[in-house]
């Protein structure tokens, strides 16, 4: 029970720390390096909660990964930074149309390492759930 509200905690944070990202661009300077659509999204109460789902998929499916790889992942600090590195990678993927679309590469870095900060982030509220249960471990 107790990962499970780890891992719903930590989507629920990655989520919002989403939200809030579309809301600093739609209402900040940043709307100048945005593609044009971003502007005019219309979202509906189904694409919030298939981004959550989709989420909560992502983060579980980390978690089993964490969870076959645990002995190796003895610290808190350890844990953090391979679903930190999952989860940058993640980003990086996400973008990777970057090099052939007519999107800005500044945008492009911009979404890599607000993504990365969600990331790192999210780690470490699993890292606080999700821990080894052999001696020595943290």
Sequence with gaps: MKIFIGILLATTVNFLMGLLGLYLVTS???????????????LTAFDYIFSFTLKFFVILVLTW????VMPLLDKPRKRVLF??????IFALY???DL??????????TLVIVAE??????TAYILSKFIKPR???AL
């Design 94 to 96: 996400n973008e990777v």
């Design 28 to 42: 900040t300077f940043v709307i100048s390096l945005a593609p044009n659509d971003i502007p005019t999204l219309n």
């Design 83 to 88: 679903i930190f590195f999952l989860g940058s």
């Design 116 to 121: 990365s900060f969600n990331w790192l982030i």
């Design 99 to 108: 090099f052939w679309s007519d999107v800005d590469y500044l945008w492009s």
């Design 134 to 136: 052999h001696l020595g």
């Design 65 to 68: 990964i964490l969870s076959r």
